[in-house]
């Protein structure tokens, strides 16, 4: 897979807007750039993905830069139970390269009150 | 909204015990998956599972664990003599497809497994 680097953390204030960089310089071109985000204690769960469009759902909007080698995660306005580590993961469209989620790091999101 | 459930949510056993961890994926969902997190590391993938076989397995997936789909319902793994090492949260997912470009997994709440 297709390697994402993130920072480490990031702080935001209640009801601010956060926005998660995700850089992927070696992404090919059909890989899906997808977002999860581990709540504490929690199992990982599902935020967005997308291809080469930008995204909105009702967690969060995908910006996809235009080169396709990073993208932002953008949570409109933050939430305490926002809170998590955010992972950026490359999953390639091929069943043949697996089904399996590699996560990384993440970035932690302290958001303050 | 369906969910994966797991069960026990803690398992404390001693080391050179057997543990089975369970899952219940969501119903009509056909891919599943066991992850692990040691205390303050990354979320590791352990085993994807489909059509009553393994799809693909990481190396920590050795010859201690296995898993298996007993009945249409619940999903296990199956740790046959634990180890120090082997003390982490265990995390069941499942996902209705298993194209890897656009599915999603959905996880459960995980086991916390201690090994004494």
């Known amino acids: 897979d297709a390697k994402t680097t993130q920072p480490n953390s990031m702080e935001s204030n209640e009801e601010e807007p956060v926005h998660l960089p995700c850089n992927h310089s070696?992404?090919?071109?059909?890989?899906?750039i997808h977002w999860y985000r581990q709540l504490p204690s929690q199992g990982p769960e599902y935020v967005i993905h997308?291809?080469?469009s930008n995204v909105n759902n009702r967690m969060a909007s995908l910006a996809i830069a235009e080169d396709r080698k990073s993208s932002t995660l953008i949570l409109h306005r933050a939430t305490l139970r926002d809170a998590a580590v955010y992972y950026c993961?490359?999953?390639?469209?091929?069943?043949?390269?697996?089904?399996?989620?590699?996560f990384g790091g993440g970035t932690r999101v302290l958001v303050k009150p | 909204e369906p969910e994966v459930t797991q069960t026990p949510s803690h398992q404390v056993t001693q080391m050179g015990q057997e543990v089975i961890l369970r899952c219940v994926p969501i119903?009509?969902?056909?891919?599943f998956y066991w992850y692990r997190q040691i205390l303050g590391q990354k979320v590791e993938f352990l085993v994807s599972?489909?059509?009553?076989?393994?799809?693909?397995k990481s190396e920590i997936f050795d010859d201690q664990f296995s898993v298996e789909r007993p009945d249409g319902s619940n999903f296990t793994l199956k740790i046959r003599s634990t180890k120090l090492e082997d003390s982490a949260m265990y995390f069941c997912?499942?996902?209705?497809?298993?194209?890897?470009?656009?599915?999603?997994?959905?996880f459960g709440p995980g086991t916390r497994l201690t090994v004494l």
């Open positions: 997912a499942s996902s209705e497809r298993g194209m890897g470009g656009t599915d999603t997994q959905y």
């Open positions: 070696t992404i090919s071109g059909t890989d899906y």
């Open positions: 997308g291809l080469t």
């Open positions: 993961i490359l999953r390639a469209v091929h069943l043949a390269a697996g089904n399996k989620l590699t």
């Open positions: 119903s009509n969902h056909l891919y």
């Open positions: 599972f489909y059509n009553n076989e393994i799809s693909e």
